[in-house]
């Protein structure tokens, strides 16, 4: 038995491996960049440029807030057609922030956050707008739920995330 050859595909389709996918022009991802930006409420695009290079998104410019900073990058990278998402926006202030005063509200938004089994474990500091977390956490969720915390206090132009997580506190076991 012979097989009959492939039928040759359009340009706009290519083969890699098993996957088969449809190429989107640079041009055309950069657009939907910019649209998603400026349609994010979160985000001030204002001082954002978008470069694209074969699907590699850069962004460049300023956002006031570490929060904006990542939450550009995170919309970023679920666009179809991008690949990959490099990050060159920096954090600048419309009102200065005390190191003093961001580690009052990072410490304020752990002492509140309901998914904290045990917020006193949690430490932080902070240093030149950088918060570093440490401490123990019984799940992998209270270490993100802590970083969030920490991520959207103003003054914090980035978090180190150095929390351990413990696992859950053991209980007795009835036989």
Known sequence: MTLAPAPE???????EGAAMFTSISDTVIRQKVIDELRHDVRIDSTNVT????????????????????????????RITGVCDVVNHLDVVFMVHWTDEETATIVRGNLDRDARLTDPPAIHGAVAHGVVTLTG??????EMAS????ARVAPGVI?????????????TATWI
């Open 9 to 15: 595909l359009p340009e706009a389709y290519h083969l």
């Open 50 to 77: 978008v470069d694209v290079i074969d699907g590699v998104v850069r962004l460049v410019g300023t956002v006031p807030t570490y929060f904006q900073k990542i939450t550009a990058a995170h919309e970023v990278q």
């Open 136 to 141: 123990t956490v019984a799940t992998p969720v």
């Open 146 to 149: 802590a970083e969030e915390d």
């Open 158 to 170: 980035e978090v180190m995330n150095h929390i351990t997580v413990t696992g859950p506190p053991r």
